[in-house]
């Protein structure tokens, strides 16, 4: 299998707490490789040790061959321009018209003259079926709008890589229905490699060609979806992740639930939290 990028055992903490622990992952080139679990077991630090925003402690992560950890600052940057990146609750600058977002990476990183960076909005924006908006505001688009102009804007120096961070939040079903079919349908035509973290379990499975499933900063179900439906049967965890609430409170969320309740003076909850969301 042809590998875009490459964990090799990865640890990362903040202070002295372990967000990722002896992480190994292989991210095949061209696929879509979905990445879930529990809010704060670490995805988006993953997505910011790929996109070389931080380092690991140890281990090493390669995206395309480039050893995160030793790269020099002109290869980081080298690298960072094949990458696209759709933020967790990314927002668009919302002094500038759909179209001048589009445009923005491309005056910030190229020489373009500038009727090559008009076709480009168009041709970006035509891609994620927005082109009648290219002049107007953020504030006069829908959510779903305005979440596939900012698509269409880390799409805008034709990245080989694209990452993309809870893309489905807050999305009712149409418009998530239609950036599903979107971050598939880029994903072929375009030859993408794409890294996709979401809770929304079903959504990214029905797209995903590999799966990652994390908690309390390591691996925990890997393979295809079909591999997961397996490795379920033998999991609780991954029945209750894959099968429950989208927010299962567990693992990391749960220690961090507890801690609070102790800070805030409310002891601490004798029933796991887990169980009392059940019994409710
Ligand atoms: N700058 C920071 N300093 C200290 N702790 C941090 C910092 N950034 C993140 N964390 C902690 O690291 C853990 C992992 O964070 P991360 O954002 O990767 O989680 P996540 O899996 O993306 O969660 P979510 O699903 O809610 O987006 C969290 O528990 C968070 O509290
Ligand atoms: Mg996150």
């Known amino acids: 299998m042809d590998s875009y990028i490459q964990f090799e055992r990865v640890s ?44 690991a402690r140890s ?33 668009l600058f919302t002094d500038l018209t759909a179209g001048e977002n589009v445009a923005f990476p491309l005056r910030e990183h190229s020489r373009l003259p500038e009727d090559i960076i008009q076709r480009i909005i168009a041709l ?82 029905s797209i995903a060609d590999q799966v990652f499933v994390i908690n309390e900063g390591r691996v925990v179900g890997s393979g295809s979806p079909e591999d997961l439906l397996v490795q379920k049967a033998q999991s609780p965890f991954l029945q209750q992740f894959l099968d429950g609430v989208p927010d299962a409170v567990t693992g990391q969320s749960e220690t961090e639930a507890r801690n609070l309740a102790v800070a805030l003076g409310l002891g601490v909850p004798t029933v796991p939290m887990a169980e009392q969301e059940s019994v409710q």
Do not use: C, W
């Not at 990445?35 to 931080?54: A, C, D, E, N, V």
């Not at 061959?65 to 927002?91: I, K, P, T, V």
């Open 12 to 55: 990362f903490s903040h202070g002295r707490r372990v967000i990722l622990d002896q992480v190994d992952l292989v991210i095949p080139r061209g696929k879509i490789t979905a990445i879930m679990g529990p809010s704060g077991t670490g995805k988006t630090t993953l997505l910011r040790l790929i996109g070389g925003q931080i380092r």
């Open 59 to 91: 281990g090493r992560v390669m995206v395309n061959g480039l050893d995160m950890g030793r790269a020099s600052r002109s290869e980081l940057l080298a690298m960072r321009r094949r990458l696209g990146m759709l933020f967790q609750n990314g927002a």
């Open 124 to 205: 970006k924006l035509q891609a994620v079926g927005l082109l009648s908006a290219a002049d107007q505001m953020p504030a006069a688009l829908s959510g779903g709008m305005s979440r596939r102009v900012a698509l269409a804007r880390a799409l805008a120096l034709d990245p080989e890589l694209m990452l993309y961070d809870e893309p489905f939040t807050g999305q009712d079903p149409i418009n998530l229905g239609v950036l599903l079919r979107l971050i598939a349908s880029l994903n072929k035509a375009l030859g993408l490699t794409s890294v996709l973290v979401s809770h929304d379990v079903t959504e990214a499975l």
